[in-house]
């Protein structure tokens, strides 16, 4: 599965999330040490006839994914999917969609934020929907985001130019993506340019911050993919809206983005889509992932992944890994 595939997948299963028609598990997680995190998110498409969960343990030596497909009817296993590309086609996707919709047509500079594990697959979903004709790079450390700089521009064919601060990274940009492990807002409002869309990846657990209050005061529309979630787990938008349900109610969910056919509305200044992760996207991937597997005979065909029931209710499926 490519990028453009994984964009054509999570949007269908963001209008079925917008119709009923799938369902998400409330993300939970803990955490120890320093700064280590299990999660575990799933999700249910009940009249597809799947089911998903997915686990994983990131701590600062790596973190290895796993989701598991069952089939919905009968509980039986249908695969085991290695989900950390998985995860970050997933990821890129769901901010490659929000920019499509959010970010000015005419929009041909980016900014990327962080230059870890997910940043390349976010550049990556930001080229499929815009028309990127340079791209800016900032990270921590120097030599690493040079590196990401040349990698962009040879992949991509695009101009890539490596920053040595924020600030100068997000000046010009009419998009931006920041995907870090911040524990400190570090994107302020008084370096953003007006009609800016941003698209904050990295803080998914309390206790991480990326948007400095003043963004948040300047948006004109915040997106979350899932507004429970942000609720429970946006640190950012907790101290900002606090418990006020009216303010949370103009906190709008992807999937009604999507379903109503809103576009980026005109004149606004910032636009905001908070990305924590959930159930849908992954299973909305997993499913054609699983289908195209199944039909090409690739992955390893596991005869106990598949039980009887299974067989009867979905003749269609079977048992891979």
Known sequence: MDMR??????????????????????????????????????????????????????????????????????????????????G?????????????????????????????????????AILAVRSIRRVHVFGRNEEKRAQFAAQVQKEFGVEAVSESTIEAAVRDAAIITVVTRATQPILDASTIAPGTHINAVGAIVPGRFELAKSVLERADLVVADSVFQARKLASELIEFYG???????????????????????????ITIFKSLGMGISDLALAIEIYREAVKMGTGRDSAYLSGVGAQETHSEKKGIS
């Open 5 to 86: 595939k994984a964009i054509s997948a999570l949007k269908h299963g963001l209008l079925l999330e917008a119709r009923g028609q799938a369902l998400n598990m409330t993300k939970t997680h803990i955490s120890w040490g320093n700064g280590s995190t299990l999660h575990a998110i799933g999700a249910v498409f009940p009249e597809a006839g799947f089911v998903a969960t997915k686990t994983w343990a990131h701590t600062h030596a790596g973190a290895q994914p796993l989701l598991v497909l069952f089939d919905s009817n009968n509980g039986s296993l249908l695969a085991v999917i290695e989900a950390f590309a998985l």
């Open 88 to 124: 970050q086609l997933r990821t890129g996707a769901i901010s490659g969609i929000a920019t499509e919709r959010l970010a000015r047509p005419e929009a041909d500079e980016f900014a990327i934020v962080g230059t870890g594990k997910q940043a390349m697959p976010q550049v990556r």
């Open 243 to 269: 418990e006020d349900a009216a303010r949370w109610a103009g906190v709008r969910s992807l999937a009604d983005i999507i379903a109503s056919g809103t576009l980026r509305p005109p004149n606004s200044d």
